[in-house]
């Protein structure tokens, strides 16, 4: 059964400090591995996105990284800022129809506190 | 930030009411979705569409119908609803790359059965 799974569920960091949020993927065929961040009451918006070749992928202090032997992914976030406070979606695509069949992972709630 | 809208974006209505969400984009994708999320919980994909006059039921089984008959419109109808149709109903488009279906989200509905 293809399956996204994030941790942890939620997260509560201080101002200035980093992150790691981890996702597993049991997805197959893999296409490709997304994060999305989801402010409260909005929709998600696409930080980073990585096929099976790429390691790491950076969009200023979004680093992600890919594992795909393990089916690993982590997504980095350096020096949080209180508008860093959202939820962190793991989205995996696979290759087995033209639609582009997306798998969600429930997020990590992630707070910054000042 | 993408060219896709959704009204209204707060909605409650009483029981047995016809509600009719509305999603547009301006990008000229071909595919569009509607997605159902509830609080702390993983998107689920209840209707696509390849393009005009095409129309697909989704993952999660649903009540609401779908029409496609523009390709930047995708409205979404409940024809009598019911408190267990309360959740946020997000809408998305995506472009015809087939590798990368990168997916751009609306805003979201907020949806209150009474």
């Known amino acids: 059964k293809n399956q996204v799974e994030q941790s942890p569920q939620s997260l509560i960091i201080l101002e200035g400090k980093n992150c790691t949020l981890q996702c597993n993927y049991t997805v197959s065929p893999f296409s490709n591995l997304r994060w999305y961040k989801q402010d409260t009451g909005r929709g998600p918006v696409s930080l980073t996105i990585m096929t099976f070749s790429e390691n790491t992928k950076s969009n200023g202090r979004y680093t992600a990284t890919l594992d795909a032997d393990t089916k690993q992914s982590s997504l980095h976030i350096t020096a949080s800022q209180l508008s860093d406070s959202a939820s962190y979606i793991c989205v995996v695509s696979d290759r087995g129809s033209t639609l582009g069949r997306l798998y969600f992972g429930r997020g990590t709630q992630l707070t910054v506190w000042p | 930030e993408a060219d896709i809208y959704q009204t209204p974006r707060y909605l409650v209505i009483g029981t047995g009411k016809k509600i009719t969400l509305e999603c547009s984009q301006t990008?000229?994708?071909?595919?569009m979705y509607w997605y159902q999320q509830d609080p702390g919980m993983e998107l689920h994909l209840i209707h696509y569409?390849?393009?005009?006059?095409?129309?697909e039921k989704g993952d999660l089984s649903s009540e609401s119908t779908v029409s496609r008959i523009r390709t930047e419109h995708f409205p979404l109808t409940l024809e009598s609803a019911r408190p267990s149709h309360t959740s946020q109903y997000l809408c998305?488009?995506?472009?015809?790359?087939?590798?990368?279906?990168?997916?751009?989200f609306g805003p979201g509905t907020r949806l209150t059965v009474t």
């Open positions: 990008m000229g994708h071909d595919k």
């Open positions: 569409s390849y393009g005009v006059n095409s129309t």
């Open positions: 998305a488009s995506s472009d015809r790359d087939r590798f990368s279906y990168e997916q751009y």
